[in-house]
């Protein structure tokens, strides 16, 4: 009840009102000791009965038109996932509709029937090769030992913090020579199928647009990171039969994932709104085309509930989010 009251007082409804949103990207069938931010199916399963206690969850689009017009309820809340995992649709969505509440998922549509993005590639081969060591040298990024758990998560972190902002076709290349080098057999079946996005739609879910194949959109040319915003959205528009209103800029971070031009360009591309990974709670006045989310990961329910009300409290600090031009 103390948290409710503290949600209810630093997100109050009307003019006032602000909008938290949060973000998710997989649920796991079993929780995965590799990946300890990944929520499983029971810890989902827990956010969401804590996030009810704290929030009203609200469609993303309804949420957007009601804080521009400032009929927000209090404690406003949405539920977003990115990128378009096929376990979004097998576990994640049985829950949701469990709890009765409603997600947006941001959809790379490139990764759909059979693909696979370049950070689950690499993820994979690192983890799994049978190599002692992976030699990167052609890349300029030395070799990385694989003979332990703590080696190989090592090696993922280095290879992926000098890889991620790579401009995108070095970007690419990077992640083919590592796979191959790998030899580890990469699945088929851990995107989203087309069907199994029309099934989600038809079934209440919304669906936003997340590009093609996911680029940092800083580190693409002009013409490049337009032909994603505007491909991604015509694809799933092709795909589902329907308009596509709500973008989602990959990795999110203003100045360093996106910039000024990107933000006009998802404007021009006929969107109503567009959300960042920057933290904070947006109100009633901000940048429709910059609206923060925040990721919460506590597997506790006072921990999970107390950084959502720190996340509302920090945002009360902060100004809106203003990339640069």
């Known amino acids: 009840m103390l948290l409710k009251a503290a949600t209810g007082l630093l997100s109050p409804a009307g003019v006032q009102g602000r909008l938290s949103i949060l973000?998710?990207?997989?649920?796991?069938?079993?929780?995965?000791?590799?990946?300890?931010?990944?929520p499983d199916v029971a810890r989902f399963d827990a956010m969401l009965r804590w996030t009810k206690t704290c929030f009203n969850v609200l469609p993303l689009e309804e949420a957007v038109g009601r804080l521009s017009s400032g009929t927000l309820p209090g404690r406003a809340a949405c539920i977003t996932f990115d990128d378009g995992y096929a376990d979004n649709y097998l576990h994640a969505w049985p829950v949701l509709k469990k709890h009765g509440l409603h997600a947006t998922f941001f959809i790379s549509t490139g990764f759909l029937d059979g693909g696979i993005m370049w950070n689950d590639a690499l993820g994979l081969?690192?983890?799994?090769?049978?190599?002692?060591?992976?030699?990167?040298?052609?890349?300029?990024?030395?070799?990385?030992?694989?003979?332990?758990?703590?080696?190989?998560?090592?090696?993922?972190?280095?290879?992926?913090?000098?890889?991620?902002h790579l401009p995108y076709a070095e970007r690419s290349r990077a992640v083919d020579l590592i796979a191959a080098q790998g030899g580890v057999?990469?699945?088929?079946?851990?995107?989203?199928?087309?069907?199994?996005?029309?099934?989600?739609?038809?079934?209440g879910a919304g669906i936003g647009a997340h590009t093609i194949t996911h680029p940092i959109l800083a580190a693409c040319d002009d013409g490049l990171a337009l032909r994603e915003i505007v491909g991604g959205k015509r694809a799933l528009e092709s795909i589902l039969g329907e308009e596509v209103r709500l973008?989602?800029?990959?990795?999110?971070?203003?100045?360093?994932?996106?910039?000024?031009?990107?933000?006009?360009?998802?404007?021009?591309?006929?969107?109503?709104?567009?959300?960042?990974?920057?933290?904070?709670?947006?109100?009633?006045?901000?940048?429709?085309?910059?609206?923060?989310?925040?990721?919460?990961w506590r597997d506790r329910r006072f921990g999970f509930s107390a950084q959502l009300v720190r996340n509302l409290v920090d945002a009360r600090r902060c100004a809106p989010v203003l990339a640069s031009s």
């Not at 081969?125 to 703590?150: E, Q, W």
């Open 247 to 296: 973008f989602a800029y990959p990795n999110g971070k203003p100045d360093t994932d996106y910039r000024r031009v990107h933000v006009d360009m998802v404007r021009g591309a006929g969107f109503i709104a567009a959300v960042t990974t920057a933290p904070g709670a947006a109100c009633h006045g901000d940048d429709a085309f910059q609206i923060p989310r925040y990721t919460p």
């Open 185 to 203: 057999e990469l699945p088929t079946d851990l995107m989203l199928t087309s069907a199994q996005l029309r099934e989600l739609r038809a079934d």
């Open 125 to 164: 081969t690192v983890r799994r090769s049978a190599l002692a060591a992976i030699d990167c040298s052609k890349l300029g990024l030395g070799v990385h030992a694989l003979g332990t758990p703590g080696e190989r998560a090592t090696a993922l972190r280095a290879l992926n913090k000098a890889i991620k």
């Open 23 to 38: 973000i998710f990207h997989r649920v796991l069938p079993f929780p995965d000791p590799a990946r300890p931010l990944i």
